[in-house]
């Protein structure tokens, strides 16, 4: 044993250790599990080549795919009050907001808001961060919700909110959940203002924020497989001692029950939300009047 452990492996481990593999070149797909080129998943939007699921992807990511050429601004969302309940858990409130933020950027939150042309038509978008504590929303995404709807009405734009976010952030108990009248408002701001207001729901939409501004849409739009629902399916099943359907709370599922109005493939939504934009605010010109009955005659 001690001359195959003290001279041969050695040696082999040098000679297959000499690769060097550059990381983040592969991608296993949660879904097949099949491996996919890292760059090749881009290419194709972060869906699986192989399967066709749709993966999470970053605010800034969706904002790219979402805006014509990729072309948008960013605006300075207003500041809020942090830690106001100075909550505590396992750790505190401040260290996981500072955790998050040093991964995502000085003064970030869940929400990022930007403004630009979606096919051709002005528009201002708001995108959750899933990868900020679950995309929670709490003061500060209510604030960019907010913010967005007022910039959508300044600029007479349409409004475009796409949430991925586990709820409301219950590090800010009563006042995270008061963010879902705020949001409700910020939707209907922009409604009353004769301006389209369009969700895309992603995975996953769920908790408070399902049950609120996201439920509200003149236009409900989801991506494949997204998961979209209130309480977990876990929970639902344990409560009613009930099997749940098959792809249950799937945005396919949400639109065979009247929830959601289309399920819009990664590749397909900015012509699709484009084409809405322009029969919301374009509408076919009203030249000819009806034929009269002796000209149907
Ligand atoms: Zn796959």
Known sequence: MSWLTNYVLPKIRAVVSKK???ENLWQKCPGC???LLRRELEANL???????????IDAARRLEIL???????RIELPKTVTDPLRFRDRRRYTDRLKEAQAAHGAGRDAVVVAHGRVGGYAAVVAAFEFGFMGGSMGLAAGEA???AAKLAVLQEAALIVVPASGGARMQEG??????????IIAADTVKEAGLPYIVLLTDPTTGGVSASFAMVA???????????????????????????PEGFQRAEYLLDHGMVDLVVPRA???ATIGRLLGLLRDPLPTALPAPTSSEAA
Not at 47 to 56: F, S
Not at 67 to 73: H, I, K, N, T, V
Not at 218 to 243: Q, Y
């Open 33 to 35: 599990e099949q491996m």
């Open 218 to 244: 003149d236009i409900a739009l989801a991506e494949p497989g997204a998961v979209i629902g209130f309480a977990g399916a876990r929970v639902i099943e344990e409560t009613i001692h009930e099997k749940l």
């Open 145 to 147: 919700v907010l913010a």
């Open 268 to 270: 397909e939504l900015r």
């Open 46 to 56: 972060d869906v699986c080549r192989n399967c066709g699921l749709h993966l999470r």
């Open 174 to 183: 009563v006042l995270s959940l008061m963010q879902m009248p705020r949001t």
């Open 67 to 73: 805006f014509d050429d990729g072309a948008f601004s």
């Open 20 to 22: 060097p593999v550059p």
